[in-house]
């Protein structure tokens, strides 16, 4: 059994979506389970349906979402003859379950509504998708993955609930491969114990793709992309970036922490915990050989550059010029956790703490005021986070050539510049 996940924008046009068929057809006679998220900027765009519902303008929601409607329909027209009219009524359905949503007025709080606006985007992706394929005569199964991936009502960041999860794939998904090889269904989407739609996180696609792939044990979860394979740096921004033809889970981990855009940062360890390597393939050449992520040590890695931009260092400087000892330490932590706030960078010094978080507005003013009972507080703005492992000093003077530094840590394998954008 093989997992394959395909992201939105390897289903954002029609011939893309012809070409996803093409893929599979150059598996026969394999169980493919297939993820796939919403077409193109589809979740962008549910965003701010939810975001114009939530702030009471109706109108405005309604249409942004007739937008996403039509884009849908139009896809379904071009791609579908046989299968249009049954596909029309599965998405109706669909449209209509958020229209009624939209009709109302919001009284639980953002995140309830945005997951239940946004997993739409999934749904009529991965319809389309299946009528596709099975018009073009590959009999695919679809699945409402929220039948399957049980959650906790943490919306927006949903946590998979595995026991149950597990003996839901067992029942529900293993038998379909009884009927036919190809079993289709979203990412990134969930349901709580009270069928409230969930989301797992932005870009959380690759991560669904992989509880799928440790419970059903596949042999290997394939990511199709618009690039090569993994690449050294950000292509758009290192026109010279390297192509890596294999990586230790521990490498991509580290790589998505520091925030390459590469995989999900969750998708590693359901893989890593059986071993299941993951293949990042080009769906644009599928026969190219694509980067392997599995359990080797791989010597020799070039140097990888990742840049975070939109970053705000925090300055802590403690009141009276006391030491920074355990206790502020320990109550600034604490905020972290309270507020949701992942450090990005931290130097501790003797009488000051400095701090690199993502620019959330609303998340640094909450922390800037609640630190400010034991500290003095001031926050830069307009940062960028370097990150380069595997370095070498020349590279690195180039990449900061020109730019203030403001902080820098550094390991044997890894040095942290944070600069001026
Ligand atoms: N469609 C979702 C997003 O854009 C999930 C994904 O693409 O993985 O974040
Ligand atoms: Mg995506």
């Given at each position: 059994m093989k997992v394959f996940k395909f992201g939105g924008a390897s289903v954002q046009q029609t011939e893309k979506i012809q070409n996803v068929a093409n893929i599979i057809r150059s598996y026969p006679d394999q169980q493919i389970l297939i993820v796939i998220s919403a077409m193109g900027k589809t979740t962008n765009a549910l965003e701010k349906v939810a975001e114009a519902f939530f702030e009471g303008r109706q109108e405005e929601a309604l249409q942004l979402f007739e937008v996403i409607k039509h884009n849908h329909i139009n896809t379904s027209k071009y791609l579908l003859v046989t299968h249009f009219n049954a596909l029309m009524e599965q998405l109706t359905n669909f449209f209509t379950e958020v229209e009624w949503l939209l009709h109302d007025k919001p009284v639980r709080e953002y995140d309830y509504y945005y997951d239940q606006i946004v997993c739409v985007g999934e749904l009529l992706s991965t319809a389309i998708v299946s009528a596709y394929l099975n018009e073009s005569g590959i009999p695919a199964q679809w699945v409402d993955v929220r039948d399957i991936f049980r959650t906790d009502n943490?919306?927006?960041d949903a946590a998979i609930d595995w026991s149950f999860t597990s003996q839901r794939v067992q029942e529900e998904i293993l038998p379909l491969f009884e009927n036919s090889n190809i079993v289709l269904t979203q990412g990134f989407i969930g349901s709580t114990d009270e069928n409230e739609s969930t989301t797992l996180g932005r870009e959380g696609s690759d991560y669904s793709a992989a509880v799928f792939a440790n419970l059903l044990n596949a042999e290997s979860q394939t990511i199709w992309k618009d690039v090569e394979g993994v690449m050294n740096a950000d292509p758009k921004q290192f026109p010279n970036a390297q192509f890596i033809a294999e990586l230790n889970y521990e490498e991509v981990i580290e790589m998505a922490y520091y925030g390459?855009?590469?995989?999900?940062?969750?998708?590693i360890k359901p893989l890593q915990n059986k071993s299941i390597p993951l293949l990042v393939k080009c769906f644009l050449d599928k026969d190219l050989p694509g980067t392997v992520i599995h359990n080797k040590q791989v010597k020799g890695l070039p140097p990888i550059i990742v840049l975070k931009p939109d970053q705000a260092l925090i300055h802590l400087h403690s009141k009276d010029f006391s030491f920074v000892g355990e206790k502020p330490v320990a109550d600034l932590y604490q905020l972290f956790s309270d507020i949701k706030i992942k450090p990005n960078l931290i130097q501790t010094g003797a009488v000051s703490i400095q701090v690199a978080i993502d620019d959330k507005p609303e998340k640094i003013q909450k922390l800037a005021l609640d630190a400010a009972e034991f500290f003095e507080v001031q926050v830069e703005k307009g940062l960028t986070l370097l990150t380069v492992r595997h370095y070498q000093d020349g590279l690195l003077q180039e990449l900061t050539n020109g730019h203030s530094v403001k902080l820098k840590q550094q390991t044997p394998q890894t040095v942290q510049v944070l600069m001026h954008q």
């Amino acid at each position: 059994m093989k997992v394959f996940k395909f992201g939105g924008a390897s289903v954002q046009q029609t011939e893309k979506i012809q070409n996803v068929a093409n893929i599979i057809r150059s598996y026969p006679d394999q169980q493919i389970l297939i993820v796939i998220s919403a077409m193109g900027k589809t979740t962008n765009a549910l965003e701010k349906v939810a975001e114009a519902f939530f702030e009471g303008r109706q109108e405005e929601a309604l249409q942004l979402f007739e937008v996403i409607k039509h884009n849908h329909i139009n896809t379904s027209k071009y791609l579908l003859v046989t299968h249009f009219n049954a596909l029309m009524e599965q998405l109706t359905n669909f449209f209509t379950e958020v229209e009624w949503l939209l009709h109302d007025k919001p009284v639980r709080e953002y995140d309830y509504y945005y997951d239940q606006i946004v997993c739409v985007g999934e749904l009529l992706s991965t319809a389309i998708v299946s009528a596709y394929l099975n018009e073009s005569g590959i009999p695919a199964q679809w699945v409402d993955v929220r039948d399957i991936f049980r959650t906790d009502n943490n919306f927006r960041d949903a946590a998979i609930d595995w026991s149950f999860t597990s003996q839901r794939v067992q029942e529900e998904i293993l038998p379909l491969f009884e009927n036919s090889n190809i079993v289709l269904t979203q990412g990134f989407i969930g349901s709580t114990d009270e069928n409230e739609s969930t989301t797992l996180g932005r870009e959380g696609s690759d991560y669904s793709a992989a509880v799928f792939a440790n419970l059903l044990n596949a042999e290997s979860q394939t990511i199709w992309k618009d690039v090569e394979g993994v690449m050294n740096a950000d292509p758009k921004q290192f026109p010279n970036a390297q192509f890596i033809a294999e990586l230790n889970y521990e490498e991509v981990i580290e790589m998505a922490y520091y925030g390459a855009q590469v995989i999900h940062p969750k998708t590693i360890k359901p893989l890593q915990n059986k071993s299941i390597p993951l293949l990042v393939k080009c769906f644009l050449d599928k026969d190219l050989p694509g980067t392997v992520i599995h359990n080797k040590q791989v010597k020799g890695l070039p140097p990888i550059i990742v840049l975070k931009p939109d970053q705000a260092l925090i300055h802590l400087h403690s009141k009276d010029f006391s030491f920074v000892g355990e206790k502020p330490v320990a109550d600034l932590y604490q905020l972290f956790s309270d507020i949701k706030i992942k450090p990005n960078l931290i130097q501790t010094g003797a009488v000051s703490i400095q701090v690199a978080i993502d620019d959330k507005p609303e998340k640094i003013q909450k922390l800037a005021l609640d630190a400010a009972e034991f500290f003095e507080v001031q926050v830069e703005k307009g940062l960028t986070l370097l990150t380069v492992r595997h370095y070498q000093d020349g590279l690195l003077q180039e990449l900061t050539n020109g730019h203030s530094v403001k902080l820098k840590q550094q390991t044997p394998q890894t040095v942290q510049v944070l600069m001026h954008q």
